[in-house]
T-cell receptor
Framework: QKEVEQDPGPLSVPEGAIVSLNCTYSNSAFQYFMWYRQYSRKGPELLMYTYSSGNKEDGRFTAQVDKSSKYISLFIRDSQPSDSATYLCAIITGANNLFFGTGTRLTVIP | GAGVSQTPSNKVTEKGKYVELRCDPISGHTALYWYRQSLGQGPEFLIYFQGTGAADDSGLPNDRFFAVRPEGSVSTLKIQRTERGDSAVYLC???????????FGPGTRLTVT
């Protein structure tokens, strides 16, 4: 079983839709939860991170963590064509190396 | 300020050859990480440096892979006797002391023919 599971998609939505991206994890020792965005042929770019259960909002993006279910989500409101990218969840223990999901490829259609 | 830089951006080599991939982290970042990303997959951890020393090299797949960071800044990932299965994007990341946030470079796309 992989440490982090993520549906690879692909996911296509019309512009303006609400997007929900999800990951599950197996190790309850995981402490920090991150979402990265990766455009084609670029390195991952940090979007958001959190360390506690609950919601964290930043503009059109909301990160949600449920430690009891080992489930994390990223919501994108009012999605834009520029949001088209691969979204990677990443989780870390105190050991500092990140465990990534496979990434979900998102396309927002104008 | 400048982000993490990696050179070369692309490297094509023949099976059996030796390659070196370079990473220049964000200035002042003490921690440096190497990851490998295969097509359609998320990055997989290879090695982590704190300063000059390798704090965790548990992700290196075998002894053909080696990395150094002699002065605690620039790092080089070295791959001996390359195999076609080594073809991937090699990503470098850095972070500052006391944080878990890692900033990634653009990667080096390695193709072994």
């Amino acid at each position: 079983q992989k440490e982090v599971e993520q549906d690879p998609g692909p996911l296509s939505v019309p512009e303006g839709a609400i997007v929900s991206l999800n990951c599950t994890y197996s190790n309850s020792a995981f402490q920090y939860f991150m979402w990265y965005r990766q455009y084609s042929r670029k390195g991952p770019e940090l979007l958001m991170y959190t360390y506690s259960s609950g919601n964290k909002e930043d503009g059109r993006f909301t990160a949600q963590v449920d430690k009891s279910s080992k489930y994390i989500s990223l919501f994108i409101r009012d999605s834009q064509p520029s949001d088209s990218a691969t979204y990677l969840c990443a989780i870390i223990t105190g050991a500092n190396n990140l465990f990534f999901g496979t990434g979900t490829r998102l396309t927002v259609i104008p | 300020g400048a982000g993490v830089s990696q050179t070369p951006s692309n490297k094509v080599t023949e099976k059996g050859k030796y390659v070196e991939l370079r990473c220049d982290p964000i200035s002042g970042h003490t921690a440096l990480y190497w990851y490998r990303q295969s097509l359609g997959q998320g990055p997989e951890f290879l090695i982590y440096f704190q300063g000059t020393g390798a704090a965790d090299d548990s992700g290196l797949p075998n002894d053909r892979f080696f990395a150094v960071r002699p002065e605690g800044s620039v790092s080089t990932l070295k791959i001996q006797r390359t195999e076609r299965g080594d073809s991937a994007v090699y990503l470098c990341a850095s972070s500052s002391t006391g944080t878990y946030v890692q900033y990634f470079g653009p990667g080096t796309r390695l193709t072994v023919t």
